[in-house]
């Protein structure tokens, strides 16, 4: 599967940006998607995880309360709305896709998308 994300930008502290991840080529509704981001100089983080149906998310500690995962499978769309972000948020953000049952807070996934920049200043 083939995947596009888009949304990334430059933000004040405290605002909002919502990404979204297009995806190709193969059955969409197939895949837990995710989210995860890497931070200058860290390691690849998990953020967010959606199930095939979208009936179960999970998320990362850092992020509960803040962000929320979705799916269009009609679509073959994920996004992540991202609210009241903070500079510790600043990262590239990758989604991907996992060719499995059950969603995990992992960075174990199967596809990447290209990745987008997100910017958060102070």
């Known amino acids: 599967v083939q995947l596009q994300a888009s949304g990334g930008g430059l933000v004040q502290a405290g605002g909002s940006l919502r990404l979204s991840c297009a995806a190709s080529?193969?059955?969409?509704?197939?895949?837990?998607m995710g989210w995860i981001r890497q931070g200058p100089g860290s390691e690849r983080e998990f953020v967010a995880g959606?199930?095939?149906?979208?009936?179960?998310?999970e998320y990362a500690d850092s992020v509960e309360g803040r962000f929320t995962i979705s799916r269009d499978n009609a679509k073959n769309t994920v996004y992540l709305q991202m609210n009241s972000l903070t500079p510790e948020d600043t990262a590239v953000y990758y989604c991907a896709a996992k060719s499995t049952m059950v969603v995990v807070p992992t960075t174990r996934y199967d596809f990447w998308g290209q990745g987008t920049q997100v910017t958060v200043s102070s």
């Open positions: 959606i199930s095939r149906s979208g009936s179960r998310t």
């Open positions: 080529g193969r059955t969409f509704s197939n895949y837990v």
